[in-house]
């Protein structure tokens, strides 16, 4: 395989080659302890020069996918990669299990008269206004996801005052009364993070990022919330559940 400098899109090789690496390590063909080939190896079989090999290998280093050993080489380092599973009531929580400790961090909150009109239209506020969140997930200290939630405003007084006590959302719903909510929709995609979604997360430059947009609702069937979640594909493996109902 041969690559230029550059593809065609403008897109860094070495993004090409570190992308192609953390897939074989996220996916598991390549095993904690697995030594990586050499960088002229990688060199001979990318078609490249061994600095952009050696790029593609800093990226993974600083998601600490990979551990190089003086003399020894680089190796696959010892990695969780979380499994979120996305179902008719989804909560990280229910996730984790007892495998870790989730945290969350209110980065900013506004109460927005007029949201954006698709916001407006899934939640169904017919001119009412919209509480926007904005927040980082993180497992055992780590970000995971940088969070966009919308929520009909009326429903979820004080939601930030008590996001910040309970430290997660269903907390902060059941101080106000909500009980329970379920997932009526979900879409994923992937595409690369942005410059400040990459510094929030932690990520190295060019890192992907899994866009996942969620509706909930009351289970009465009234929209709650409308969520764009951003997750870190290097840490995060999404499971959607289906419904086992006929």
Do not use: C
């Amino acid at each position: 395989m041969t690559m230029q400098s550059r593809s065609p899109s403008g897109y860094s090789t070495w993004r090409l080659i570190a992308e192609e690496l953390r897939r074989q390590i996220v996916d598991g063909a390549s095993a904690p302890g697995t030594k990586l080939p050499s960088e002229n190896d990688l060199a001979e079989r990318f078609g490249v020069h061994r600095n952009t090999v050696r790029q593609a290998i800093a990226a993974l280093t600083a998601e600490q996918l990979v551990v190089s050993r003086r003399g020894s080489g680089t190796f696959v380092a010892d990695h969780t990669v979380l499994v979120h599973r996305i179902g008719t009531r989804t909560r990280l929580s229910d996730s984790l299990g007892k495998s870790g400790k989730a945290s969350a961090r209110l980065l900013d909150w506004a109460l927005e008269p007029e949201p954006p009109a698709h916001i407006a239209e899934r939640l169904q506020l017919s001119g009412r206004s919209a509480l926007r969140l904005e927040s980082i997930r993180s497992v055992n200290g780590v970000p995971i996801s940088r969070v966009t939630q919308w929520y009909v405003a009326e429903f979820v007084p004080r939601l930030p005052e008590h996001f910040k006590a309970e430290g997660t959302i269903t907390g902060a719903l059941r101080a106000l009364g909500i009980e329970d909510y379920v997932r009526v929709s979900t879409t994923v995609g992937g595409r690369h993070a942005t410059a400040e979604e990459a510094a929030e997360l932690l990520l190295p430059a060019g890192s992907v990022v899994l866009v996942v947009r969620a509706l909930d609702a009351l289970p009465d069937g009234t929209p709650l919330q409308l969520g764009i979640t951003r997750f870190a594909a290097s840490r995060v493996e999404l499971d959607v559940e289906h419904s086992t109902s006929v």
